[in-house]
């Protein structure tokens, strides 16, 4: 399975930026995802999950009504939408797949950074 993260960038407090994984070389309907996010100087956290289907979602204490995650089925994609940024959501946002067929993966990350 190969992930590919994408969508980070700068943005001001108080805006939004949509992130994107796109992953490769297995089903990807059989995959649960996961966002997490790595601060500088802190442990990786949970940022919020979906199941393979997208029917079942959830939020780590970060995100809850800031942010939405999604999936399309169709193009091989999920997508953490984050809305009301603050200077402490910074950090590289990562996404995981996992099923119990293909076991878990990661991609790279994506720089997000919030800065007047």
């Known amino acids: 399975v190969q992930l590919v993260e994408s969508g980070g960038g700068l943005v001001q407090p108080g805006g939004s930026l949509r992130l994107s994984c796109a992953a490769s070389?297995?089903?990807?309907?059989?995959?649960?995802i996961t966002w997490y996010r790595q601060r500088p100087g802190k442990e990786r956290e949970l940022v919020a999950g979906?199941?393979?289907?997208?029917?079942?979602?959830s939020y780590g204490e970060v995100a809850k009504g800031r942010f939405t995650i999604s999936r399309d089925n169709g193009k091989n994609m999920a997508y953490l939408q984050m809305n009301s940024l603050k200077p402490e959501d910074t950090g590289v946002y990562l996404c995981?797949?996992?099923?119990?067929?293909?076991?878990?993966?990661w991609g790279q990350g994506t720089q997000v950074t919030v800065s007047p």
């Open positions: 995981k797949a996992e099923s119990a067929e293909a076991g878990v993966y």
């Open positions: 979906i199941s393979s289907g997208g029917g079942t979602t």
């Open positions: 070389g297995f089903p990807f309907d059989h995959l649960v």
